[in-house]
């Protein structure tokens, strides 16, 4: 039994002071407040570990580098497919190493990566089909962050396109196939294995509902939704559905259903993401790097929509923004405040259902040991109150991260890696070297 007793928690109840926290096994045991100070002491606020619903751990990659040209979504997409043809297994397991230490630092415990690139060069298979989530699993593993793996079918160019010569590396030929090779991963106690359909674009209608088939009913399965106007204008031209109408036809919404981005919704499709109780997981900070637009978060909740947020590009890796973003952003599109309260933002920002951890997401006795301790002594924290601090914190502002009752992050240095930042920046010279 391993106890922590905090300064300061966010409980389900709200903020409380001089909490014990007992983990056994990987989970919380107990929770008490106003107690004498014990066991290890975690000095500052400590909330339930943020959860990162979507990322796309190579994009990290190209942080920074794509500035130079105004561009749109569809040639940055490009330059993104020129990273991806440059990865292989052992290349993508050094950087993801790197990227989810990055996540780790900054308060995320879990991470749903949406991983398609499966194959090598051409689209040949690799000796071991899942060499490359094999990748991933090693370096969530070895960075010490919970995983699911949504193992993505891709099968098409764009509606009725055969795939490119990169998007070839993605496809696996068919949806059998596709399932096939998935259920050769191996799940563990930090490792789960969901599904994802890439997008309507990229997966043929008819092969919708056998992805989904082929999920286990308990893991979540994921879809890119609406994230540009111009998915919108190809599935109504093709099929006369809104994506997100599409889903519905087919039966493919419902509760471990996420929709990823979910900007550019009718009122019709928000509906029928309430009404089946999907999830919506927005990634602000790609959102913004992209031009994507701005979603309704608010009327999606409303809605009874399950919020979260990812990193998607890791283009930032900060979960405080990221959550904050949600209110921040609605308000610029609806020019009110005050659209989410802050126990609603905490709950987006710890929505560990969509990414297949549905027992943990709060510090209370039975769910996962998963705990993020910010200082609130900083320059950014100094003088707020302890329920401003997703307004006010950002990534170095985390000094403890416990993940399933193991210190991972410790005075605000990764415990399991030295300088994370050395390596990404060795991985990614290397692969822009040519
Ligand atoms: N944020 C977007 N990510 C997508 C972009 C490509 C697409 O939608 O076709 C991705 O990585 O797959």
């Not at 008819?206 to 998915?231: G, N, T, W």
């Not at 006369?240 to 929709?259: H, I, M, N, S």
Request: charge should be negative; charged fraction near 25%; glycine fraction near 10%.
């Amino acid at each position: 039994m391993t106890t922590y007793w905090c300064e300061r928690a966010w409980l389900p109840d709200g903020v409380a002071d001089a909490v014990r926290i007992e983990v056994a096994d990987g989970r919380i045991v107990s929770v008490a407040a106003n107690t004498a100070r014990t066991g290890t002491v975690l000095n500052g606020l400590t909330m339930p570990g943020f959860a990162n619903g979507h990322s796309h751990a190579f994009h990290r990659a190209l942080r920074g580098r794509t500035h130079h040209e105004r561009g749109t979504f569809w040639t940055w997409r490009e330059r993104m497919y020129s990273l991806a043809a440059r990865l292989d297994p052992d290349s993508y397991y050094r950087l993801a190493r790197g990227v989810y230490a990055e996540m780790v630092l900054a308060g995320y415990t879990s991470v749903a990566e949406f991983h398609y690139l499966h194959h090598g060069p051409g689209g040949t298979p690799y000796a071991s089909p899942n060499a490359m989530g094999d990748a991933l699993r090693q370096a969530a593993r070895d960075a010490g962050i919970r995983m699911t793996l949504l193992d993505t079918c891709y099968l098409a160019g764009g509606i009725g396109v055969p795939p490119d010569e990169v998007q070839q590396r993605f496809s696996d030929g068919s949806a059998e196939n596709w399932a096939e090779r998935v259920a050769l991963m191996k799940e563990d106690d930090q490792f789960r294995v969901g599904g994802a359909i890439h997008s309507v674009r990229a997966v043929p209608e008819y092969e919708l509902p056998k992805v989904d088939d082929a999920v286990p009913e308990d893991r979540p399965l994921h879809i890119h939704l609406s994230e540009q106007r111009a998915e919108n204008e190809q599935c109504e031209a093709a099929y006369r559905w809104t994506p997100t109408g599409l889903l519905w036809d087919y039966g493919v919404l419902g509760e471990r259903l996420t929709a990823v981005h979910a900007t550019h919704l009718t009122e019709q499709d928000i509906k029928w993401l309430g009404d089946s109780r999907s999830g919506a997981c927005f990634c602000p900070t790609t959102e913004r790097d992209l031009g994507d637009g701005i979603g309704p978060a608010r009327s999606l909740l409303d809605a009874g929509v399950r919020l979260g947020i990812g990193s998607d590009s890791n283009a930032v890796v900060d979960a405080f923004e990221e959550t904050r973003a949600l209110e921040l952003d609605d308000r610029l599109a609806s020019e009110e405040r005050g659209r989410f309260t802050a126990d609603e933002l905490l709950a987006a920002g710890t929505e560990h259902v969509s990414a297949g951890w549905p027992e943990n997401g709060t510090i209370a006795a039975g769910a996962g040991a998963d705990l993020v301790t910010v200082a609130m002594d900083t320059v950014r924290t100094a003088g707020i109150e302890p329920s401003g601090v997703l307004f006010a914190a950002a990534a170095a502002d985390v000094r403890t991260v416990v993940v399933a009752g193991r210190e991972v992050v410790r005075d605000g240095a990764h415990v399991l890696i030295e300088r994370p930042e050395t390596l990404l920046a060795k991985e990614i010279e290397a692969l822009w070297q040519f």
